[in-house]
């Protein structure tokens, strides 16, 4: 109904022009006669005064069209502004209105219509190619139709027109991003953030990015730089962290995580990181505190349990760990890594008691308690999640460990009787 009623408006107003035109060539042309047959030709003037008389009437209806529609537009009548904006599209041939097509394109948007607002502004960018504006709201509404291929290249002629404005590079970048153009978006990035120095998120994004392209230190770079605009980025604290500690360098991924629990003091995942890298800087007594932090929050986690075992037997406190490492059995009796941290701490006994004799072969004392290591590796191959390391350790243990001829030497004895060991039994 609207179409037909904006076609005959329009018939109608092509037909009084056309009309007017044919008068005015008639008049022009001298059609008129005189008795004597002689052509009557109009001069110079009055052609003149009757072009701008047709001037007149076309510019006082452009006029008429364009202040009505802004009118309706300013009482935010946008249905009623549409046709007079169409006509305005019709009569405005010598490019008056450059912002016709913004405002016929934003009442469809009001309305809700967009493919109608999409067929203006592709209409916009056609007949004005270098305002930047037609070519990225066009783009705007091809995003919002899932065309982000065609979107991409409007948001590229909008930034070639004007360089200026970062939102478009924001809006490209993450087209790019979902369209996984990982290259050409690092380069977007790389200018958003020229544009935006201090912008985290863009930040964020661009280390990402890089991620892709597996250059780590850049990629470490471009996270630090995020987490110096953004101090309080957990996640980039996080990340950062364990990226330092997958890379082996534990005092910064100690600095990270200490950052991190200050804001997120019951992260256990972020204490067990924390916990190991100080345990690999040989900081023990840090480790156990920090693992005693956990327990404090998760009494049940086995694991926790052996790495403080590890610290208090890497401290030389035998008893202590052997104790920490039962624990964890009475939580899972069958855990093979409590296993093996006994093995590891009945070990150790063996090299202080030796090193204290100042022996330089083992004695039957010492292979008795090899044998309980032993022991201790054959029950974690149980656990299938440590039976290759416990087969590792029998292996590497077993020329220590008693003979059959041992035996046969020392058949009444069944432990060890230096005084070094009696803490075992």
């Known amino acids: 109904m609207f179409a037909k009623k904006n076609l005959h408006k329009t018939l109608t107003v092509a037909l009084v022009l056309g009309f007017a035109i044919m008068l005015a060539v008639t008049l022009m042309t001298g059609c008129a006669t005189t008795g004597g047959g002689q052509k009557q030709t109009l001069s110079p003037e009055r052609q003149k005064a009757i072009k701008d008389s047709l001037r007149k009437i076309w510019d006082r209806k452009l006029n008429i069209a364009w202040s009505t529609g802004y009118e309706h537009t300013k009482n935010k009548l946008y249905r009623e502004a549409i046709p007079y904006f169409w006509k305005v599209v019709k009569l405005d041939t010598i490019k008056r209105f450059p912002d016709l097509y913004t405002f016929l394109g934003d009442c469809y948007i009001k309305l809700n219509k967009p493919d109608s607002a ?26 919002g139709k899932q065309q982000a291929s065609e979107a991409i290249e409007e948001y590229k002629k909008a930034i070639a027109i004007d360089s200026t404005n970062v939102s478009d590079y924001k809006a490209l970048g993450n087209l790019l991003v979902s369209e996984n153009r990982n290259d050409e978006a690092i380069e977007v990035y790389q200018k958003i953030l020229k544009m935006e120095p201090k912008n985290a998120e863009a930040q964020k994004v661009y280390a990402q990015l890089l991620g892709t392209t597996g ?49 997120k003091p019951n992260d256990t995942f972020a204490l067990e990181y924390l916990g190991k890298a100080q345990q690999n800087l040989e900081q023990y007594h840090e480790a156990i505190a920090t693992y005693e932090k956990i327990i404090a929050i998760k009494p049940d986690s086995k694991k926790i349990l052996c790495d403080m075992a590890t610290s208090y037997k890497e401290l030389n406190q035998l008893r202590k760990a052997r104790s920490i490492a039962n624990k964890a059995l009475n939580i899972d009796p069958n855990y093979g890594l409590a296993y093996i941290v006994r093995g590891e701490i009945y070990e150790v006994a063996v090299d202080n008691c030796m090193n204290k004799r100042g022996a330089k072969s083992t004695s039957f004392d010492d292979k008795l308690i090899y044998k309980l290591a032993y022991d201790q590796y054959a029950k974690a191959t149980k656990d299938i999640q440590f039976a290759d390391l416990a087969r590792r350790k029998m292996n590497y243990l077993q020329p220590d460990i008693p003979t059959k001829e041992d035996y046969f030497m020392h058949q009444s004895q069944k432990k060890a009787k230096t005084a070094c060991y009696q803490w075992i039994y």
Not at 119 to 137: A, C, D, L, N
């Open 215 to 263: 250059d780590q230190d850049a990629v470490i770079e471009a996270q630090e730089k995020a987490l110096k605009m953004d101090p309080e980025n957990t996640d980039l604290m996080y990340t950062l962290g364990e990226t330092y500690f997958k890379l082996s360098e534990f005092q910064k991924t100690i600095e990270k995580f200490n950052l991190y629990l200050k804001l």
């Open 118 to 143: 999409m067929i203006v502004y592709r209409m916009g960018t056609e007949k004005y190619p270098q305002k930047s504006h037609y070519h990225r709201s066009l783009a705007w509404l091809l995003a």
